[in-house]
């Protein structure tokens, strides 16, 4: 990557890894892991754009992440709507 890219996307990079140690952590405290779940460094590296890849999960894992916000998005609407 040549400088002048990398430092226009050191802020888009930073980002990359702050919103998925926000995820992982946030996911942990419900107890639930997604095993495959990285930034995307080579598409970023092409193309200037990180990206989040959510990989694979059991099913049962992503019940529950459907659960989490299923019950998010009715507390939001409890909470904005009310």
Not at 30 to 39: D, M, T
Not at 60 to 80: P, W
Request: charged share 30%; with cysteine; aromatic share 6%.
């Amino acid at each position: 990557m040549g400088s002048a890219l990398n430092r226009a996307t050191a802020d888009q990079r930073r980002q990359a890894v702050d919103v998925l140690d926000d995820l992982t952590a946030v996911l942990a405290l419900a107890g639930v892991k997604l095993p495959s779940v990285e930034v995307d460094w080579e598409h970023g590296r092409r193309t200037g754009c990180y990206l989040i890849g959510l990989g694979c999960a059991r099913p049962f894992e992503l019940l529950r992440v459907v659960d989490l916000l299923r019950k998010g998005l009715r507390y939001e609407r409890l909470t904005y709507d009310g």
